[in-house]
C-alpha cells in the first residue's frame, strides 16, 4: 500500500507525456515475467546507471506480477528520474481481472485489496513519451482521432482506459503491412494503421520515428514503414512456451538505435516457477496472445 501511494505522488506530476533526454533504453512487455525483469537489467545495465523506458504491460500471463510491478514502483520512487513507467492496455482492473494479475493477487495475499492499489496506481502512469522530440514513443499504436502529438495532453487520463476513444486507441492499436488508412481491429478494441498513416502522423509531428510494444515478436523485435515504425517485445518465451526471443530497444546519445537481443533468464534461476507457471498457464488458455 505504502509503495503504491508513494509511487502515485510521484506518478501524478508527470505529464500525459514524458519528454525524455538520450541516451535510453526501451523495454516492451514483461508480462509478469519477474527472473526475465532481473535479465533484462543484466543485459542492458543497472539503474541509475542506464535510464529506462517501459512502454507498459507489466502484469498478466506470467507468474509474477505481483513481484514485477513490485520491483519497477520501488525503482521508480527511488529513481524517478531514472525510469519511466509508461501505461499499456493491460494496466487496467478490466483485463487484470480476466488475464492473471486479480488471480495472483487472490492466491498470494488472500483478499483483493492488493489488486486494488497496483490497479488504482496505474490510473497514474502517463500516456506516452518522446525521446529528444524526435522518437514518439507509446504501448499500442495510433488514432484517428489524434492527429498531433499534442493531442495526447488534452487526454483525461486518470481513469480507467475507455472501451473506445482515442485513450484506447494509443493502448489497443497496431499496424497493418497491407492496408492504407485506419480499419478496425480483430483485438476489439482500438485500430490497424497503414504506411500512410504512419508517414503523415511522422511528418505533421516533425519526428523521426515511433516506438511502441503490444505484439508479439518472434525475433524481438520488428521495423515497418521504410524504419519510420518499430514494435520491442520485451518477453523472452512468452507464457514460457512462445520459444520467441526479446529485445531492448538501446539509443545513445547521438540518438543512434540498436536492437539488444536476449533470451529467457537461466532456466536454473526460475527452477522455483514451474509449479506456478502451469497454473497460470491453465487460467489463461485463449485466443488473445497480446
Given at each position: 500500500k505504502l509503495v503504491c501511494m508513494k509511487a502515485k505522488e510521484i506518478l501524478a506530476?508527470?505529464?500525459?507525456?514524458?519528454?525524455?533526454?538520450?541516451?535510453?533504453?526501451?523495454?516492451?512487455?514483461?508480462?509478469?515475467?519477474?527472473?526475465?525483469?532481473?535479465?533484462?537489467?543484466?543485459?542492458?545495465?543497472?539503474?541509475?546507471?542506464?535510464?529506462?523506458?517501459?512502454?507498459?504491460?507489466?502484469?498478466?500471463?506470467?507468474?509474477?506480477?505481483?513481484?514485477?510491478?513490485?520491483?519497477?514502483?520501488?525503482?521508480?520512487?527511488k529513481y524517478p528520474l531514472r525510469i519511466t513507467l509508461l501505461r499499456g492496455n493491460h494496466e487496467t482492473r478490466q483485463i487484470t481481472t480476466v488475464y492473471g494479475f486479480y488471480t495472483e493477487c487472490q492466491r498470494k495475499y488472500g483478499n483483493p485489496s492488493v489488486w486494488q492499489y497496483f490497479t488504482d496506481a496505474f490510473d497514474y502512469f502517463p500516456i506516452a513519451a518522446l525521446i529528444e522530440n524526435n522518437?514518439?514513443?507509446?504501448?499500442?499504436?495510433?488514432?484517428?482521432?489524434?492527429?498531433?502529438?499534442?493531442?495526447?495532453?488534452?487526454i483525461s487520463r486518470i481513469q480507467?482506459?475507455?472501451?473506445?476513444?482515442?485513450?484506447?486507441?494509443?493502448?489497443?492499436?497496431?499496424?497493418?503491412?497491407?492496408?492504407?488508412?485506419?480499419?478496425?481491429?480483430?483485438r476489439g478494441a482500438g485500430f490497424m494503421f497503414g504506411k500512410d498513416v504512419v508517414d503523415k502522423f511522422v511528418h505533421v509531428n516533425g519526428i523521426s520515428h515511433i516506438a511502441r510494444a503490444h505484439q508479439l515478436c518472434m525475433e524481438g523485435y520488428s521495423v515497418l514503414f521504410d524504419g519510420k515504425f518499430s514494435t520491442v517485445w520485451s518477453a523472452p518465451n512468452y507464457c514460457y512456451r512462445f520459444a520467441n526471443l526479446?529485445?531492448?530497444?538501446?539509443?545513445?546519445?547521438?540518438?543512434?538505435?540498436?536492437?539488444?537481443?536476449?533470451?529467457?533468464?537461466?532456466?536454473?534461476?526460475?527452477?522455483?516457477?514451474?509449479?506456478?507457471?502451469?497454473?497460470?498457464?491453465?487460467?489463461?488458455?485463449?485466443?488473445?496472445?497480446?
Amino acid at each position: 500500500k505504502l509503495v503504491c501511494m508513494k509511487a502515485k505522488e510521484i506518478l501524478a506530476k508527470e505529464e500525459n507525456i514524458k519528454h525524455i533526454r538520450a541516451p535510453v533504453t526501451v523495454v516492451g512487455d514483461v508480462h509478469g515475467q519477474f527472473y526475465d525483469l532481473i535479465e533484462i537489467f543484466r543485459v542492458g545495465g543497472e539503474i541509475p546507471d542506464t535510464n529506462y523506458l517501459f512502454l507498459g504491460d507489466y502484469v498478466d500471463r506470467g507468474a509474477f506480477s505481483v513481484e514485477t510491478i513490485t520491483l519497477l514502483l520501488m525503482l521508480k520512487i527511488k529513481y524517478p528520474l531514472r525510469i519511466t513507467l509508461l501505461r499499456g492496455n493491460h494496466e487496467t482492473r478490466q483485463i487484470t481481472t480476466v488475464y492473471g494479475f486479480y488471480t495472483e493477487c487472490q492466491r498470494k495475499y488472500g483478499n483483493p485489496s492488493v489488486w486494488q492499489y497496483f490497479t488504482d496506481a496505474f490510473d497514474y502512469f502517463p500516456i506516452a513519451a518522446l525521446i529528444e522530440n524526435n522518437i514518439f514513443c507509446v504501448h499500442g499504436g495510433l488514432s484517428p482521432s489524434i492527429h498531433s502529438i499534442d493531442g495526447v495532453k488534452e487526454i483525461s487520463r486518470i481513469q480507467e482506459i475507455p472501451h473506445e476513444g482515442p485513450f484506447a486507441d494509443l493502448m489497443w492499436s497496431d499496424p497493418d503491412q497491407d492496408r492504407s488508412g485506419f480499419s478496425l481491429s480483430s483485438r476489439g478494441a482500438g485500430f490497424m494503421f497503414g504506411k500512410d498513416v504512419v508517414d503523415k502522423f511522422v511528418h505533421v509531428n516533425g519526428i523521426s520515428h515511433i516506438a511502441r510494444a503490444h505484439q508479439l515478436c518472434m525475433e524481438g523485435y520488428s521495423v515497418l514503414f521504410d524504419g519510420k515504425f518499430s514494435t520491442v517485445w520485451s518477453a523472452p518465451n512468452y507464457c514460457y512456451r512462445f520459444a520467441n526471443l526479446a529485445a531492448l530497444l538501446e539509443i545513445d546519445d547521438h540518438m543512434n538505435s540498436y536492437y539488444n537481443i536476449f533470451s529467457e533468464a537461466p532456466e536454473n534461476e526460475r527452477k522455483s516457477e514451474s509449479a506456478q507457471e502451469k497454473q497460470q498457464e491453465s487460467n489463461n488458455q485463449d485466443q488473445y496472445f497480446l
